[in-house]
């Protein structure tokens, strides 16, 4: 998948929103990690300056290690408090347990039994990076209940961090490619025939990673329900990234890093919405999970599994 393979470079490197709490600071005398990763929750050391990492949220050097930041007293009672010891594993739960299987179940079919046309690759691509994420949510869940602490060393810290900023902006760049692949095949139908190829296909996943992109949609009613989905995931996390890198003084805004915490959970929420907005809408695709569900189900007739097949043929929404 070109999803996987770019993704990368984001292990290695993307540290853009991560660097004060990057896996970096990890250690093994009960540092944390993840998208909280700080210093020793005491108290900072007086006339110790800002932090120089210029891209890092506010705070101040360990004492004994110039690059573990210490956050604010402000952020020291939240980030142990309820909202991230309870209601951020709440909403990773949530997102884990409806995108885990809806994004499976959506990859499984579109493996297996819908055409292996070029616009399958942009949405398989789609559902392995809703996946990746899913399948990382269990260490972040596990991180936050135990007070935000990161057992599982840097490795894992590392590839959570990138799979979770990698979806984040993936996945948007990913649906604007879908969106341009169904542009061509609506307004140019005709050039579409040979512009709508593999090698495009590719490409656009390529692209995906690279650039962003922004094309009208087929549907009024489906781009309302893409922009909802949008503006309610990733604007609120964007928005503070917005506010914090305008910064011109580390006291400027206030903490933002408290109200950043749970933004970036809601974000994952995008994860579990993306198979029903791109996959489920269309009815001939729930014709093809029925049917490959029929095939599993006990006792299943051969004629229920034949008009299911038929039943896909009369239907006007197209998945591709």
Known sequence: MWALVLLWPLVMGFNLEDDSQSPLTYDEM??????????????????????????????????NNSEILEIPESSRA???????????????????LVGLPANGLALWVLATRVPRLPSTTLLMNLAAADLL??????????????????????????????????????SVLLLAAISLDRYLGVVHPLR???????????????????AAAALALHALGLTALVLASALAFFVPSNTLLLLHYSDPGPDAWGDLYAAYVPSLALSTLNSCVDPFIYYYVSAEFRDKVRERLLCWAPGASAASRDGGTQGTGTRSTSLV
């Open 192 to 210: 579409a025939l040979t512009l709508r190829g593999w090698r495009l296909a590719a490409g656009l996943c390529a692209l995906a990673w690279l």
């Open 78 to 96: 939240l980030l142990l408090g309820w909202v991230a010891t309870r209601l951020v594993p709440a909403v990773y739960g949530l997102a884990l």
């Open 133 to 170: 994420l899913a399948l990382t949510l269990p260490l972040r869940i596990a991180y936050h209940l135990q007070d935000r602490h990161w057992p599982f060393g840097e490795a894992a810290c590392r590839a959570t961090t990138a799979a979770l900023y990698g979806h984040m902006y993936g």
């Open 30 to 63: 009960g540092s944390t990690g993840g998208d909280g990763t700080v210093g020793p929750l005491s108290g900072p050391q007086e006339g110790t300056p800002h932090s120089p990492h210029l891209r890092s949220f506010p705070g101040q050097p360990w004492a």
